[in-house]
């Protein structure tokens, strides 16, 4: 049965000018009402946000949509983003537009010694936390046009100035590189 017709799927789906969001994304591990808002900001936000990357992908892909610089710079952060995801070793790059959001706040969980930022990034980073097989991980490649769990994530932080520094990433450590491929078309 395609997904369309299972509304408790966590999963949410684009299509041009469409946001579509099933039931369950409105569930644990994404969202859970009660919840911190941080947490929930940091899963919900990166789904949203993702989707919407899609969205801005296929207006950026129309070049009259945009002028000459615009385009240039959309295409090296492409190329910087598939040169990137080419040293996670992906055999199917496709589009890897990444998408972010930055939350400002303040919380704090008694328990944990961690600082707001750093709860925001282990929070979107525990929503794609997964374990498979090596025969799953090879269907994945063959049929999904999303990079793995682990490499959609490490892809996503390592881009982020702002995570390197709430965890302080060394310079030029794989969390950290020298060159991000941070996707602002303006300055």
Known sequence: MHEFFRP?????YHSPGILDLRFGIFLPPVYQYGRPKLLNFATMGTTLGHELGHEIEAFMEEVENYDNDTCRIYKEKKKCLVEQYSE?????IGKKIITRFLLRGNFSLP?????????LYISLAQMWCSVSSWEKEQLHYELDIHAPSDIRIIGMLRNLREFSN??????????????RCAFRLRS
């Open 8 to 12: 408790f799927i966590v999963n949410a």
């Open 88 to 92: 996670f070793q992906i055999k199917k």
């Open 111 to 119: 328990a944990l010694n961690f600082t707001t930022e750093q709860l």
């Open 166 to 179: 709430a965890f302080n990433c060394p310079r030029g450590s794989r969390m950290n590189p020298a060159e």
